[in-house]
């Protein structure tokens, strides 16, 4: 099996589906009593190429999953058409957030351009979640402005990093156009458990390596994947997978430094 192509997703839901997960969005998670070992929180950070999105929530709602898909406000990410589709399919729409980046580290300016930016996107959704944009090329973390403010004064439930108890969930991403890519990811890993789950031979390099090993896997699960990866098309297969290469590069430098 080929991986990142749209065959390999489907197979990837499928098996665990057959494994007897239940598929929750984040805010399902955070409004639900179900938290048993058998969930996964299915999480889409769409950095660019909306239309990958699409395929792949129509991929979940033929499947009858519900997923979180978390929109950036660039206009590689904002498309309103996109975005209105993949409501309308039943999943839920976030604010991939990124304004301490965007604002320079004016905290002032940052939380104005949140809350100017969470408006246009309830336009589409009663939008309850979020989830930063790491940014690696950028030295501010966006997650810092909630050290100065609340986002649960803007009605909002839940953001990943802060809002999920990660001893009880197992993280996997894609990041890196691998499934071990916190090893050149800068900000989207949980440091703090990858160690436990390293000793318990949870590392997993490919799609199908999960298959295979799901079995391995005795705890809730949040899954991130950016469909901008995921493609049947062998032009934007191979793009990506040049690109991200090159970018795994630039990050294990931004890492050293």
Not at 1 to 26: K, W
Not at 142 to 148: E, G, N, T, V, Y
Not at 194 to 223: A, C, K
Request: proline share 3%; with cysteine.
């Amino acid at each position: 099996m080929i991986d990142f192509t749209l065959n390999a997703y489907r197979s990837l839901l499928t098996s665990f589906q057959q494994a007897g997960y239940t598929f929750m969005t984040f805010e399902e998670w955070l409004q639900s009593s179900l938290h048993n070992s058998r969930v996964v929180i299915l999480r889409h950070d769409v950095d660019k190429r909306p239309q990958n999105s699409l395929k792949t929530a129509l991929i979940e709602h033929e499947l009858g999953i519900r997923a979180s898909y978390y929109f950036r406000c660039v206009a590689c990410s904002n498309q309103p058409d996109m975005i209105r589709q993949i409501a309308a399919f039943g999943h839920e729409i976030g604010y991939h957030y990124e304004d301490m980046s965007l604002c320079d580290g004016n905290t002032e300016q940052a939380i104005a351009h949140f809350t100017e930016w969470l408006a246009y996107f309830r336009q589409f959704y009663d939008v309850k979640t979020i989830c930063m944009h790491g940014a690696p090329t950028s030295k501010y973390d966006s997650r810092d402005l909630w050290k100065k403010y609340d986002y649960h004064q803007l009605g909002i439930i839940g953001e990943p990093y802060f809002d999920i108890d990660f001893s009880d969930f197992f993280y996997l991403t894609d990041t890196g156009r691998c499934w071990d890519g916190y090893k050149v990811s800068v900000r989207d890993k949980i440091p703090e458990y990858q160690d436990r789950w390293t000793n318990q031979g949870l590392v997993f390099h490919s799609t199908q390596d999960i298959i295979r090993r799901l079995s391995t896997v005795q705890s809730n699960i949040m899954i991130t994947t950016h469909p901008q990866r995921w493609t049947n098309s062998p032009l934007l297969w191979t793009q990506e997978l040049v690109l991200q290469s090159v970018k795994n590069i630039i990050k294990r430098i931004l890492i050293k430094l």
